[in-house]
């Protein structure tokens, strides 16, 4: 059964991958009138890459997008998009060995057991470079929501124990420090914690948060694709996440109704609430408030110390995963999050607009 | 755009609202030759009826179930079982004020920027009592999963500060108690905490746990319809859900990945995991492990005591909500917790079998 | 796996069997603000029922619907219509034969087949009756569509021999022919045709034809859900059609190319084509002239005289059919097919709406 | 909208513009565990390639697939198979006339209408090389089909007023004829005249029927997604498709019940029909006969003779098509629609294994 493909309006198709020939994607229904450029993707891909910092795999990709199809003097053109990554650095030699045992933490024993096989090198089809048909994707819906007034902020908010002063909050700095903390000095102090967890051959899970602003009361789909539920999917979609909170989450289980009912008010200019527990959504549809959405990601888990597993024979043996890993994946899956959320947000957005039939019949009246 | 139809292989399609004539639902693509019977449903729905505690609403309803279609001589028939339950106890009186004005926590602002009005009368499409429809259609597909050897099963675990002791576990006390709490001492200290509650005009919310067994490894597909991506979207989907956490959840961000892996070992007679930190997903498939997933539930937001909101007409002004309100919506929503479950993963279980081409193979060979 | 589900933006759902206890639909997804009564949908139902004319069937039901959900105060919610029509008329007596053998011609071999055994009391799920569901929601589309410029307008277009004389075309006369013909004196000649054919314990088949007016180029959408690829969908999926034609149809497969292209032209005041050989279809787009497409149905399965078949137990039998039925279903069919074209292109035309950029920007520009 | 993804089980993505920088399909979904090799496709790619003979255009292309992701060791994985055909014969410059005004017959002006803009080379997104896609899917569901004892067979059945003569009927004549009929006679009498035709700027229309044998009853699923109107959605949306019938179609609707029903009969060793007007469909299900279905294709709208239009201005203009083009579309198009009718089998069989709860239970009892 096809598991692949996401959204209503705008579908999204990914495919490939870690030491195949290519990754990519495709977007099918996306409106015809955007101007893309290849530029427009890669900055988004690069967001992704492997650094140069200790955070990240020492892996080095140029992750270069091809745009094969969908996009015509500059406009996307109502067409599917077809987006490529070539595979430039296969080290699959490094990977020979997993194929024989199933890695702890990881999909290879699911893979076997639903698939009667895998394809091994380098986790396949469940490696994290899964994630470039996604980010290539939301970079195309990031630029729409631009220009609709929605801005859509992924970013670090802790790793390990670790967490961001928002007081020394900076949105830009989260596109400069290594583990996409917007503090830099949270930044610091988890660069040395990873650095840590390195030698000590462990890995690190950290939370990334997301703020959506520009988003007007109304949009999300009541029952099943509520708002809040199809960004739970989305983000609990992505590889080493745990855990999926909208606004104050869990602690909105633990207080009262007095205390997290936000209260509606015309703040003369406009209406608003007071405050924002809910996290810019209720009743499956946001509220006109900031949506706040947190990712939670556990540990890398190839980590270099040695661990007990079985092999594909069934026999309890020890291992000790070689190859270039990431000790947390944070900083790179940030992206990641923004773009899921993006693919999310316009598509639902898409769908509120025919919402009631007045738009629809002066539509056509001016046809 | 459509948002009331869930599932790929069975769907789901719910309708109704709290004060309409009627609540139901359409269940398309059930397998034929199940035995099942109206009481096999009502059971279910009972479950989620206001109770006679004073943890429950105090509004009184039947809620009996008719089946209208898709069975015939007891058994699923292959086409769409259609199921009713009507209203009866419309009270529409208590709730002609709230026309007037947003609700704070509620989603009545949202209805109507969304749908420029809105169907007042108890919360209209956006009550707990759509939850009907996902009720009924989970009780049936619970029959199949139990003949499947598979076991869904939810219970409160925590209502404001009061949680469950694993010690004093008792599945079948989860049916007995006005809590739904598994444990008849932290009932009873939740019956207090709630009372308290309701005496202060004020509400609490609470947590819901479901553990699911019997599932084999391999069910889930990969990428964006993972097993914890489409469980999240099913419990995110429910009202009043802020966070959805899988095994360890949120704690697996704060561990390294030398605690957080689960090591898979032969016990002689199968394979299994030493641990279960992972709440029995991996890479979006089950491991084979019990799978743990947890709903957050806000408290309820109608709350006896003074709010600040806007009215229609977006002028500020303090609010006394009145009617027959739960203090606390976790004990009714257990079983709509369970249900849900159960519909995503028979969904998933059944895609899972055509996963590979030998049961294709041999099916059409044996025909 | 789930079929009886259609539609992309609005979703229609119908459910329930010949001698159920009632038949009905969920129509999710559609747009808030339209005025919509039972007797709307009531008229369109009573052109499906079976009428006092020889031509149908002598069973006699109301047919009457009910609204139980999505339209609140005379106007639509957005959230999902479910409309019921009880069965009243339920003479199973009449059917419990046929429950031991396989009707020629019918579904009865494929369900049991399928299924391991089917509801066999008037055809159960492959009864005419379906079509309820499907009228019920083509009325609603059919007015929302009216507000919109667009006339969908059905009829018959042959019976037998006997062919309408385009000449003598009147729109409202099919509306009160027992043949649903817009022709009366093809009407008559119909009818005797008919008379002969019941009184031979025969049947026969017949053509549909529908024009669609005042859809503007462009609503289709390329590939898979061309337009006329969905229409073929919709009308095929009616029980009995064997066919379908998209403007010249057939015919087209036999003349030139210089013969077949339409010429565009701009005729002063717009632009339009100086034929219509494409039916108003190019490229699986509407191309802004009238939509005409023909659906072709066979003669009534169900005969009086004597057929050979096989019975349950494979052995081979003759057997004489016994009941009610229509000599040709063609005249209750037209509403039918009128409402699945209804449906089809209400749905592409909303999916039309975003296909550009400019009103997604300007919709939330205005909020 | 999406519009470009078809298919419940497996879901096939075509992607591509005639003259960008490649074509292909991504197919999701698919079993794991089938033999597939680059060979295998195209060997059915080559069979719509343009030939050599006066039938099809002079246009040279290799067309050759490249497997991008999906099949790893020779095998399908379960996971997304990206193919890919990159475009090396591209001269644009052929048609950059065609920009300025709107080609009779073609997709133009709806594209226009539709999307403001529209990928003009080679007809962009409309041209027939957006086939490629569906053939490379279509090649590898008819391998898993054969192993399952399902033959899907297209063939010409007529071009213009040349009919074969099915006395002559040789299946694999159809592979080695430029016309792909399976009767060489036939074929010559065929190729004179699409070389008169040729000669008198003029083009040609035609048939191409499929034959599907080895397909159990009861495949295909009630209601809306029925055999016989999914496999019309298929063909009709194939470019050029004016009609669809199934076994006797448009004749059926002539004849009589007691002519047009076919007998049930037990010829001693299995259930089979003494006829098959049905074309192996009742009630929208598979009966067990041969599946007979016919797609009518309108003659190439580009044609080299002077015709009138209108250009992008919207001024009446007459205009002469120049470049490559085939003077009938029909052999080429006969994998297309074989690919397809394999497609759409394909699917629905899958589903059709867990149409009862027997297939589901056993399985994971088997686990």
Same mark, same amino acid.
């Given at each position: ?9 705008i ?16 977007i099918?229904g996306f409106p015809?009138?955007?101007?893309? @450029? ?13 650094? @140069?910092?200790?955070?990240?795999? #020492? ?6 997008? !091809?745009?094969?199809? *969908? ?5 996307t053109?109502g067409?599917?998009i ?54 290539? &994707?939301? %970079?195309i ?14 970013? @670090? ?5 670790? =967490? ?32 840590? %967890? ?15 602003? *520009?988003?007007?009361? *109304? ?12 960004? #739970? ?6 590889? %080493? ?17 007095? =205390?997290?009912?936000?209260?509606? =008010? ?23 408030? !900031? ?12 980590? &270099?110390?040695?661990? =007990? ?28 999050? !923004?773009?899921?959320? %993006? ?10 607009? @025919? ?13």
């Open positions: 059964m096809s598991g692949s493909i996401t959204g209503k309006n579908r999204v198709s990914t495919w490939g991958e870690s030491h195949g020939k290519a990754l990519g994607c495709v099918d015809a009138g955007l101007d893309i @450029t290849e530029e427009d993707i890669q900055k988004f891909l690069d967001r992704r890459k492997p650094g @140069t910092s200790t955070a990240t795999t #020492s892996r080095k990709e140029d992750d270069l997008v !091809e745009i094969l199809s *969908g996009i015509f003097e500059g406009k053109t067409t599917p077809s987006l490529l990554v070539k595979n430039t650095s296969q080290r699959s030699a490094d990977y020979s060995e997993i194929a024989s045992y199933y890695r702890p933490g990881h999909a290879d024993y699911g893979y076997d057991q639903k698939y009667g096989f895998r394809d091994y090198r380098g986790g396949g089809r469940s490696s994290g470079r899964e994630t470039i048909g996604r980010v290539a &994707a939301g %970079a819906c990031s630029k729409l929501l631009n220009i609709m007034g929605v801005k859509v902020c992924a970013y @670090t908010r802790s790793i390990g124990d670790v =967490e961001i002063d928002y007081d020394k909050f900076d949105e830009n700095t989260r596109l400069i420090t290594p583990t996409a903390m917007p503090d830099a000095d949270a930044d610091k102090k988890a660069m040395a914690l990873i650095e840590k %967890a390195r030698e000590e051959k462990d890995s690190l899970g950290g939370v990334v948060e997301c703020r959506i602003t *520009g988003v007007p009361a *109304g949009v999300g789909e009541p029952v099943f694709d509520k708002l809040d539920a199809l960004l #739970s999917q989305a983000i609990m979609s992505i590889g %080493a996440v745990k855990a999926v909170e909208i606004g104050d989450g869990i602690n909105a289980s633990k207080i009262k109704g007095s =205390e997290n009912n936000d209260a509606f =008010e015309n703040n003369g200019s406009h209406i608003t609430k007071k405050t924002n527990h809910s996290g810019g959504i209720l009743g499956g549809m946001s509220d006109g408030s !900031e949506i706040v959405i947190r990712a939670y990601f556990k540990p890398t888990p190839s980590i &270099a110390s040695t661990q =007990e597993t079985i092999n594909n024979s069934g026999e309890n043996i020890t291992i000790n995963i070689k190859g270039r890993h990431d000790p947390v994946v944070v900083p790179r899956a940030v992206v990641v999050v !923004e773009s899921m959320c %993006a693919l999310t947000i316009l598509d639902l957005m898409i769908s509120n607009i @025919t919402s009631t039939v007045d738009p629809i019949i002066s539509f056509y009246k001016n046809k």
